[in-house]
């Protein structure tokens, strides 16, 4: 399957789609154009003024002020790449990277950075030939856009750096043999081009905005079964209750628990008690919360991700090149932020679940064994959820609320939006370790439940799962089964 790149609005579905399908790219002619025009424009810009343009006849940040010469505009543009390739840590994963190669080549394609057609195609064919550079997940402060990692995403361009292959990392000069591929000669602008721009923040973002909304539907369907199991009460899902506080997420989150408790056995029991515990009874209201939250960062990140980020900004039908700040990452680094203290509630209202599950009550045995006793059965999973709960919230401080001024003072605001992004990615791989506990829990009480049964939905979910987990009868190890119920998760999808 082909996919345009195009000025069509670029949606986080389309980039989902891209990735799943394995969708090859191609620029669209008027993508071409574009990005055509604006060189040419660039060209003549340089050829015929005489007045300084940052970063095309000047330096970089606080060497502004510095002229280069003509002979010269070239070597600064690799120089800087070279210079900017400082990261250090763990690798930024390989899905992260796909879409940072696919949201560079798509703000590039706009036409408003001066590159020429040679260089976006180039990123093209890494992206088509899942040649994927090597990049640093630490060094980025968010501010003149994600320097560090735009680096090494850039390296491979002109020979440097290294990317991986076939699942081994080799010299990027050795796959540009190998391809037959020249190294890319860089224009003047090219470098800054590749360089600024929020590719980074933002692929952290819609890597975890993509995971986001899979697990609040997935959190909907555990809660929904954990208060089934627990013989809790439908009434605080009932719709009447929701229409006189509208929020839209909690509307939401309340319709589809109630769908997913359709004809269940266990809830139709006659119950003695009115109230349920809030972990329970507010599932609309924390569950909705997060929700609305998702779909708040995703209208920034999708306006984001359809910008182009660099700077100086061309504008050729404008008569424009302007020096501005269009690469800073704060508008998107307080979503991130805030997207991870809505995900970490997520964990924390199950993981209180969980603990209910485990106590002993409303005809549930302790620790969900048959045996307590000679058996510890199913105590420590809440310890665990509690243990990564804890971490979430220690992850949660926001990033974007520091800055740490640099280059001299030039740059002397920064967001730490790629901090809060690392930290984000985090967060969504603790909530999705709960739920995949909280969820190995609720099967193993809906099973003591028998001969009742939950809802035909809510089975359906339980059956498949058991096809992964068994019912825990007597003590054993328990690690791998906490590890399929995380893989299962990711790969199920009702």
Avoid at 91 to 108: E, F, T, W, Y
Avoid at 237 to 264: K, N
Wanted: charged fraction near 20%.
């Amino acid at each position: 399957m082909i996919h345009k790149i195009s000025a069509e609005h670029l949606t986080l579905e389309k980039i989902d789609e891209i990735l799943r399908k394995g969708c090859k790219l191609e620029l669209s002619d008027d993508a071409k154009g574009r990005i055509e025009r604006c060189r040419t424009y660039l060209d003549e810009k340089i050829a015929q003024n005489q007045a300084p343009i940052y970063g095309v006849t000047t330096g970089f940040g606080s060497l502004c002020n510095v002229s280069i010469g003509s002979d010269h505009l070239a070597q600064l543009q690799t120089n800087l790449m070279m210079s900017h390739a400082c990261g250090t840590g763990e690798r930024v994963p390989n899905a992260i990277v796909r879409i940072m190669l696919l949201l560079k080549i798509q703000s590039l394609s706009y036409g408003y950075s001066g590159c020429k057609i040679d260089t976006v195609q180039r990123l093209i064919d890494f992206f088509n030939n899942d040649i994927l550079p090597v990049v640093y997940a630490q060094g980025s402060l968010g501010a003149s856009g994600d320097l560090v990692p735009l680096a090494h995403l850039s390296l491979p361009l002109v020979g440097l750096g290294e990317v991986e292959y076939k699942k081994k990392v080799v010299p990027a000069a050795d796959i540009l043999r190998r391809k037959h591929w020249k190294p890319i000669v860089l224009a003047p602008k090219e470098g800054l081009a590749l360089l600024n721009g929020t590719q980074n923040m933002s692929a952290y973002a819609v890597w975890s905005l993509i995971r986001a909304k899979k697990l609040a539907n997935w959190a909907d369907t555990i809660g929904a079964m954990s208060l089934d199991a627990y013989e809790g009460l439908a009434e605080p899902f009932t719709p009447q209750v929701h229409a006189l506080r509208p929020h839209p997420g909690q509307m939401q989150a309340a319709a589809h628990v109630l769908e997913l408790l359709q004809g269940s056995q266990i809830m139709e029991k006659p119950k003695a008690y009115v109230q349920d515990p809030y972990s329970f009874r507010c599932i609309p209201q924390v569950h909705g919360a997060v929700r609305d939250t998702i779909a708040y960062v995703e209208q920034v990140i999708d306006t984001e991700i359809n910008s182009p980020t660099d700077n100086p900004t061309v504008i050729p039908d404008e008569d424009l090149i302007v020096s501005a700040g269009n690469f800073h990452g704060e508008p998107i680094a307080l979503p991130i932020d805030f997207l991870a203290i809505a995900l970490s509630e997520l964990a924390d209202i199950s993981e209180r679940r969980i603990y209910k599950l485990l106590s002993g009550t409303r005809g549930l045995p302790s620790f969900l064994v048959a045996n307590p006793g000679v058996n510890s059965g199913f105590m420590i999973t809440q310890y665990t959820a509690a243990s990564v709960v804890s971490l979430n919230k220690a992850l949660c401080t926001p990033a974007s609320v520091d800055s740490i001024p640099s280059c001299q003072g030039q740059e002397d605001h920064v967001s730490m939006g790629a901090n809060a992004a690392l930290k984000l990615k985090k967060v969504v791989e603790n909530t999705e370790r709960v739920l995949a506990i909280e969820l190995f829990n609720a099967a193993q009480a809906l099973d003591f439940r028998q001969p009742l049964l939950t809802s035909p939905a809510l089975q359906k979910v339980h059956d498949a799962f058991r096809q992964h987990v068994p019912f825990i009868m007597n003590d054993e190890v328990m690690y791998p089964h906490i590890e399929q119920s995380v893989k299962f998760l990711q790969t199920c999808d009702f």
